[in-house]
């Protein structure tokens, strides 16, 4: 069984940046499709990034792409998101998740393995 530890969150003004960091106990995390998703009070769950086992693909949501970065360390069993030029409408709980080889359940944020429990982003005007 993995656990998700998410840490990187924080208030930030518009404009600024962040970097969020997943670490993951347990098994390797090599063979996951990995990914983050966000959920704002009172809005749906969405998929914000996600990257292939051996990091050769990558995809990130229309809301956040050229903003926003996916990575993983495979040697570490960890993952990061590295969000710039970050908007009012990027604050929500931000959640790292594993989902097996199923790459559309990380774009849609759903049938996540396993999720953290979450780090709250903040952008003030």
């Known amino acids: 069984q993995l656990q998700l530890v998410e840490s990187g969150g924080g208030k930030v003004e518009s404009g600024g940046s962040l970097r969020l960091s997943c670490v993951v106990s347990?098994?390797?995390?090599?063979?996951?499709?990995i990914g983050w998703f966000r959920q704002a009070p009172g809005k749906e769950r969405e998929g914000v990034s996600c990257?292939?086992?051996?990091?050769?693909?990558?995809w990130h949501a229309e809301p956040v792409k050229g903003r926003f970065t996916i990575s993983r360390d495979n040697t570490q069993n960890q993952m990061y998101l590295q969000m710039n030029t970050l908007k009012p409408e990027d604050t929500a709980n931000y959640y790292c998740a594993t989902y097996g080889d199923n790459w559309y359940a990380c774009e849609s944020a759903w049938g996540m393995d396993y999720w953290g429990k979450g780090t709250l982003v903040t952008v003030s005007e």
């Open positions: 347990g098994p390797t995390l090599d063979s996951y499709v």
């Open positions: 990257i292939s086992s051996n990091g050769g693909r990558t």
